[in-house]
């Protein structure tokens, strides 16, 4: 059974680049999660969809990040233009509909680094 | 604001010699208090959901137990495989699925 996946798995661009992160959910698990992690700030919560509609987008950081979900097996985020204070790990994670306190299940992470 | 704190930020133990992790917090009404482990590389890996004051559960080597103003982790008789990231989140009432991370404790048990 697969998990959560995410691609690319590192990422190195240039400051002012457009950066694409992808996710695929778990098949059945209605919420999908964006996070972004630092040693600074640790691990925060971006945006989060339930059934494809972004439910809190409250910690996306600026105007230069946007985040879709076009149908339930897959979710962009992306910056444009990049900055080098952007470089982190992304993760996605998502969790089923049907216990709302069930644990998030996380992918692998995306390692970006803006240079 | 709703606040996750942990200590230490780094943690060396010996094979066998046990241990607890701190996580205090401070939030607007606990949904729940949970506990994951991150290995360099991955995603965070789920360990505990904890609800209420007096909560106890265990797994393996480990026991997270919860108090109205923080949680600890214990660590009995640690091996070189309990080596990660030990992170803690709270569930705040506001935010249905929001969850609030620490830093993190780094742990390094050596054999």
């Known amino acids: 059974d697969a998990g959560v996946i995410q691609s690319p798995r590192h990422e190195v661009t240039e400051m002012g680049q457009e950066v694409t992160l992808r996710c695929k959910p778990i098949s059945g698990h209605d919420y999908l999660f964006w996070y972004r992690q630092t040693m600074m700030r640790g691990l925060e919560l971006l945006i989060y969809?339930?059934?494809?509609?972004?439910?809190?987008d409250s910690g996306m950081p600026e105007d230069r990040f946007s985040a879709k979900m076009p149908n339930a097996s897959f979710s962009t985020l992306k910056i444009q233009p990049s900055e080098p204070r952007d470089s982190a790990v992304y993760f996605c994670?998502?969790?089923?509909?049907?216990?709302?306190?069930?644990?998030?299940?996380f992918g692998p992470g995306t390692r970006l680094t803006v240079l | 604001e709703d606040q996750v704190t942990q200590s230490p930020e780094a943690l060396r133990l010996q094979e066998g010699e046990s241990s607890s992790l701190n996580c205090s917090y401070t939030?607007?009404?606990?949904?729940?208090l949970f506990w994951y482990r991150q290995d360099p590389g991955k995603g965070p890996e789920f360990l505990f959901t904890?609800?209420?004051a007096g909560e106890e559960k265990e797994k393996e080597r480990l026991k997270a137990t919860l108090t109205k103003k923080e949680s600890f982790l214990h660590i009995t008789a640690p091996k070189p495989e309990d080596s990660a990231t030990y992170l803690c989140?709270?569930?705040?009432?506001?935010?249905?699925?929001?969850?609030?991370f620490g830093t993190g404790t780094r742990l390094l048990v050596s054999p």
């Open positions: 994670a998502s969790t089923p509909r049907l216990t709302s306190d069930n644990e998030q299940f």
């Open positions: 969809f339930n059934n494809n509609v972004p439910i809190d």
């Open positions: 939030v607007s009404g606990l949904r729940g």
């Open positions: 989140a709270v569930r705040p009432n506001t935010g249905f699925q929001k969850l609030v």
């Open positions: 904890l609800y209420s």
